[in-house]
């Protein structure tokens, strides 16, 4: 069974801003739309004639007194009016599953759209922005949010077409029936809604108040479960137990209080369909008694049966308009990442582009992640095709940001960055990154068998790629040694494997995409085993070997191989040379190098 | 544990509240009785006369003011049940979640490490939910269920019994299939989640992994791959609408053939006037009465059986015992410390990894000691042994020459002063995060322990001082700002054994050699263990321990370890280094 998880705002039930943009998702689904509205209506219909069978029922057959009829044909008159009635409901059932299923269908499918669309638009938003927001918050757009959309496509707002219907049809059966015992009945109607209104707003007030205290409770408990060795450490243990006890209480008063409203609402609505079943009698018995045409006991009978369908719908219209209100809180925040400006886009007319050939120029750059802390200032080097160039320097002197660059990660706010003489902002991001190979930092293991972690669900590259790539970097081995070698299935975060492995997969993952530049963001990890840091080492050098690659060093190795090195402090290339000319000058690379050889490389 | 002494629990706090269950079954027993003993006489006894044309229009008017009458009585009876039977199930649930937290406070670092925070808060709201869902609603609809059945069939059975057949029959009907709808709706409802949480996986993933995914242009090719997913959770999710959206037009179809079969059957039997018309209504209404209690057998065997599983996950955390707590070797009257600390072959291990190996060392009272090592080494965990957070497997941990186990835990706790790396703050005020371990909050002693750790400029540029409330309205403090209020609350307890591990990580050297110029002199008070990587600080202590894999590898003053070949010395020149780099 669904969860009814109630809303947390007070907004209003229907934003006509955002139900115009919710109208445009359904635009699809018309025509099924339509049948699922034309049904209900059916059904209503139906459901509205049952009563009148069992009058007739009643009328003519059981009650009938006049002796031109006998028993048998009026027991075969009941009969007969059993099929028809079996018939109808047999109807109503299929008409019902039917709808319901239908309605659900569509629902699914709009909010599988819509899921859909956020996905495509969380992918396309830049780096910065995914910088920023924290994943969970993401994820709460992509889950609760459309979960209470979905909610409210396929039950609340149907259902209140249903609901709709049904009074229609009931009231209308019951003018039909007898016209003055209906409007008689009509006039409780008023005092109905107002006590139905009045109770509505104390239960939802009081739930509010439920769901406050809850997730004030929750904080609390959440706060305690994580800070508990420190409470236990200050001997707090007590007191938090009595701020604890004190907020325990003051939530079951809320629910208490809750109860308190809720426990009226069936009375009430009890009362009043008792209200109606005297109003009915006392009217019926005076038309009965006066002979007023069109009254009869299977009327009456008929009617106390309208007055219970009549009662139902109203039963749960407060679970309806809450579903509601909640989605629309939810879809205010859905549009409104929909609508989030993407910053970094492509242009209007790109650069096609086959190939590189590997020039890579940086004009007086200047860049910042935010407002005005300068990472990178007016920075200018080229990188002439086939060159391996190695970046070094402290942390935060700007090395990976060089490389977030080229690839375009974020856009630079002063200068150019160009490749092939050509500014990246005018290639398509996607052909740029094909054609540029990262390797990171910190290597992103995707839930999948490792063939897929190399390919990237690439369908252009082959399972012979794959495994070339892997035994031209050295990861064929120890992949050949995982229980289902290319297949087996790695874990997020790559928790089954070694971080060592893990450098190696994403140098197989760079090298299958056969890129013509490679950015290595390097890190020498203090837990790499020897024999496994031997390994990466030897796949670098091969790596660079035939492409311009830049290299975010740490491994001394490495650097000193390299044709050219940049030295970078603050943002700027300080110095520039080969390893021996560099150490020559006895500058800033001479200390830092002594600091990387130290090999207790602590920062 | 056995499902029985489970249930012994869970009836300890129902049997607190025998009385309110008591009288909630007499309440329910009343209202059921006017509802279904006297409220249809009263419609059929109308009926009857209307239709025989016996009744004048007072006589009708009475009845009608009767009818009114019972239902406003029979109403206010349920209401009051309602309120006695709902409420105790939030009373019931408010005395469990009581006692989880007092068992949570109680269980110690082992508990902790195994537990996901995640795990113990879904019990302490959703299964707790369900628990009361069990004993709220649960008890109410059965109580109203049972006692219903046995006095609507009762006064059924005595009209007529070929009837009351008819509606018996209904009984095994409509509750079977609505239990075994419902069993199946949740088999297709866990195929569901399931693929949920792989769909929400699969998206944190995605988010997560964006920077990769966004290197190598497969952004489309994920996107493709999400659609997959996400179809699969659509037509599960369908497959689920299947059955779940047919199951209340199928319960009204059966009971519509219930109401074909009363008139059929009962039409009959008023040509051949055996039953009046009246009662032909009377039965009817008892079908309307008795239509949601049939499928509340379903319903609650439903909710028994979520009850107990619930339940028993809600047990694991009441019954887990806590390896850190007084026992009988506890000596209550020590209530003090000097502050000697020894080691004695302390080994350690966590989750089948041994972590300490056969640790000796002395430190005497007023000394400061500083320790060591590689990150991941195990210094950490002499620390948390000092200050008894865990127990060792083997040796012992003494204080003043005592097993520390003999101290009652509050004794050691409270002269024992922790400052962590990544300290814990609570949402609370600077001042009582400060004041956290001082019985009451002291203004001077904050004030002083802030001055120290040299926060108190920092503190003053709050909008409100010592009483900002971090967290909100976006004031959040710095790694090092963390840090130090950690160093502040530590000190303000005043202990005689502070323990500072590694809280100068995220301070910068600067802030560091003010603070420790502020800081030496109230070391040198009590006995100080300086757990750290910073040469700069741990130069200050009287003797260094330097511990690499879990074992003891060096120990000495920092002038005799700068002499020896080592890690200390080697820690010592990369900090020099870094330091010319800086100031280059």
């Known amino acids: 069974m669904r969860k009814h998880l109630a809303d947390d705002s007070t907004g209003p039930i229907l934003d006509p801003h955002l139900a115009r943009k919710l109208l445009a998702y359904a635009k699809p689904y018309r025509v099924p739309i339509a049948w699922s509205v034309f049904t209900l209506l059916l059904m209503a219909m139906i459901q509205g004639y049952l009563p009148v069978l069992i009058k007739k029922a009643i009328d003519d057959y059981i009650t009938a007194t006049s002796a031109e009829i006998n028993a048998s044909i009026r027991i075969q008159g009941i009969t007969h009016v059993a099929w028809i009635f079996i018939s109808l409901s047999g109807a109503v059932f299929l008409l019902r599953s039917g709808q319901g299923y239908l309605m659900s269908w569509i629902g699914q499918r709009i909010i599988a759209d819509l899921r859909m669309d956020l996905f495509r638009k969380l992918m396309r938003m830049p780096l910065k922005f995914m910088d920023r927001t924290p994943v969970g918050r993401l994820m709460t757009r992509m889950s609760s949010d459309i979960e209470a ?58 739930h509010r108040n439920v769901r406050k205290q809850q997730s004030t409770l929750n904080t609390l408990l959440q706060e305690a479960i994580t800070g508990m060795l420190t409470i236990q450490l200050f001997s707090r243990e007590e007191n938090m137990h009595a701020r604890f006890g004190e907020h325990n209480h003051t939530l079951k008063d809320a629910w208490i209080r809750s109860v308190y409203w809720f426990s009226c609402f069936f009375p009430t609505m009890e009362v009043f369909r008792a209200l109606s079943f005297s109003l009915l009698l006392i009217a019926g018995g005076a038309a009965i008694g006066f002979g007023i045409k069109g009254v009869s006991i299977g009327v009456l009978i008929a009617f106390f049966a309208y007055v219970r369908e009549f009662y139902r719908p109203l039963e749960d219209l407060s679970d309806k308009s809450n579903i509601l209100q909640s989605a629309m809180a939810s879809s205010e925040r859905i549009f409104g990442l929909l609508e989030t400006p993407e910053e970094i886009e492509d242009p209007v007319s790109p650069k096609e582009l086959d190939h590189f050939k590997g020039l890579i120029e940086f004009e007086n750059v200047t860049f910042a992640y935010e407002g005005e802390d300068w990472v990178l200032r007016d920075l200018s080097f080229v990188i002439k095709p086939g060159e391996a160039v190695a970046l070094v320097g402290a942390t935060g002197a700007g090395k990976s940001s060089v490389a977030s660059l080229i690839a375009r990660f974020y856009d630079v706010q002063k200068g150019r960055v160009k490749v092939d003489g050509v500014d990246v902002r005018d290639y398509r991001q996607a052909d740029l990154r094909q054609r540029v190979g990262i390797v990171l930092q910190d290597p992103f293991i995707f839930s999948g068998s490792v063939a897929s972690n190399i390919s990237m669900n690439d369908p252009d590259i082959s399972r012979e790629r794959v495994i070339e790539s892997a035994k031209y970097v050295n990861a064929d081995s120890f992949i050949r040694e995982l229980p289902e070698g290319y297949d087996t299935e790695l874990s997020e975060r790559g928790a089954t494997i070694s971080t060592g492995q893990k450098q190696l997969l994403a140098l197989a993952r760079a090298l299958a995409q056969n890129p013509d530049i490679l950015l290595i963001l390097d890190e020498a990890t203090a837990s790499v085993d020897t024999e496994t840091e031997l390994l990466i080492q030897d796949a670098l050098k091969k790596l660079m070997k035939s492409r311009t690659s830049i290299l975010i060093a740490h491994r001394l190795s490495t650097i000193r191989d390299v044709g050219r090195i940049f030295v970078m402090r603050r943002g700027k290339i300080i110095e520039e040379g080969t390893h021996a000319e560099l150490i020559q000058k006895e500058g800033y690379y001479k200390t830092l190098y002594e600091l990387l050889g130290s090999d207790r490389n602590i920062t | 544990m056995s499902s029985e002494s489970r249930r012994a629990r869970l009836l300890v706090y129902v049997r607190r509240h025998v009385w309110i269950i008591a009288a909630g079954m007499m309440l329910v027993t009343v209202g059921v009785a006017i509802g279904i003993g006297v409220l249809p006489f009263v419609l059929c006894h109308a009926i009857d006369g209307l239709a025989s044309g016996e009744f004048t229009l007072p006589h009708i008017g009475g009845l009608a003011a009767a009818y009114v009458l019972g239902a406003v009585a029979a109403s206010l009876l349920s209401l009051f049940t309602r309120r006695l039977m709902l409420g105790l199930g939030h009373r019931i649930e408010r005395e469990i979640r009581d006692d989880i937290f007092r068992r949570l406070t109680e269980l110690d670092l082992l508990f902790y490490s195994r ?44 009209m007529n019994i070929r009837m009351a057949v008819v509606m018996l029959l209904l009984l095994p009907v409509t509750s079977g299939i609505f239990f075994g709808l419902l069993r199946l709706i949740r088999k297709r409802y866990e195929l569901v989640q399931e693929q949920s949480s792989h769909l929400s996986n699969f998206t944190q993933e995605s988010f997560a992994g964006i920077r990769t995914l966004k290197g190598f242009a497969a952004e489309q090719r994920q996107t493709d791959r999400f659609q997959q997913v996400s179809d699969t959770f659509m037509s599960r999710n369908l497959a689920l609408s299947r059955i779940d959206r047919p199951i209340w037009p199928l319960m009204g179809l059966i009971f519509s053939l219930g109401s074909v079969a009363l008139l059929v059957v009962g039409g009959r039997l008023v040509i051949q006037e055996k039953l009046t018309i009246g009662q032909f209504v009377q039965f009817n209404q008892y079908l309307v009465l008795l239509q949601w209690p049939m499928l509340a057998l379903g319903w609650l065997a439903n909710i028994v059986q979520r009850g107990i599983a619930s339940w028993g996950r809600i047990c694991t955390i009441l019954e887990s015992e806590p390896a850190i707590r007084d026992a009988a070797r506890t000596d209550r009257s020590l209530t003090s410390i000097s502050g000697r600390i020894t080691f004695e072959n302390v080994s350690l291990s966590l989750s089948g990894r041994q972590l300490l190996h056969d640790i000796n060392l002395e430190v005497p009272v007023g000394t400061t000691v500083g320790i060591t090592g590689p990150t991941g080494s195990g210094k950490s965990l002499l620390g948390y042994l000092m200050a008894r957070l865990i127990d060792p497997d083997s040796g012992r941990v003494l204080v003043d020459g005592r097993d520390i186990r003999e101290f009652p835990v509050r004794i050691i706790r409270g002269h024992v002063g922790v400052a962590p790396q ?29 001055e120290v750790a040299q926060l108190r400029e920092e503190i003053d540029l709050f909008p409100e001082g010592f009483q900002t409330v971090l967290g909100e309205r ?93 890690y200390y010395r080697e820690l010592d020149e990369v900090q020099r280094l870094e330091a010319r780099l800086e100031s280059a």
């Not at chain 1, 609340?156 to 059966?173: E, K, P, S, W």
């Not at chain 2, 709201?125 to 269920?145: F, H, M």
């Not at chain 2, 004041?435 to 802030?450: M, Q, V, Y």
């Open chain 1, 149 to 206: 959309m979905e909610r409210a496509v396929s039950d609340g707002l149907i259902g209140l077409i249903a609901d709709l219907f049904t009074l229609l049809g009931v009231m209308g059966f019951m003018l039909f029936l007898s016209w003055r015992l209906a409007l008689i009945l009509f006039l409780l109607l008023p005092f109905l809604f107002v006590g139905i209104v009045l109770l509505n707003t104390q239960i939802r007030s009081a």
């Open chain 2, 422 to 450: 990544e300290p814990f703050l609570f949402s609370d005020t600077l001042a009582s995060n400060i004041a956290f371990g001082l019985p009451e909050e002291h203004e001077e002693r904050i004030i002083w322990a802030a």
């Open chain 2, 115 to 158: 537990e996901r925070t995640g795990d113990i808060m879904t019990r302490m709201t959703s299964d707790l939910g369900s628990v009361r869902e069990c004993l709220g609603p649960g008890l109410l609809q059965s109580s109203r269920t049972v006692i219903g059945f046995v006095m609507a069939f009762g006064v059924m059975f005595v």
């Open chain 2, 474 to 566: 976006g004031v959040t403090l710095s790694g090092g700002q963390r840090q130090r209020t950690a160093i502040s609350r530590a000190i303000a307890k005043d202990p005689q054994i502070l323990i500072l591990d590694d809280v100068f990580s995220a301070i910068d050297t600067h802030t560091e050699s003010r603070l420790l110029q502020e800081l030496l002199p109230v070391l040198r008070g009590r006995t100080s263990v300086i757990i750290g990587h910073r040469v700069s600080t741990l130069r200050h202590a009287d003797v260094v321990f330097v511990v690499e894999q879990g074992r003891l590898t060096q120990c000495g003053s920092h002038n005799e370890l700068i002499r020896q070949d080592g």
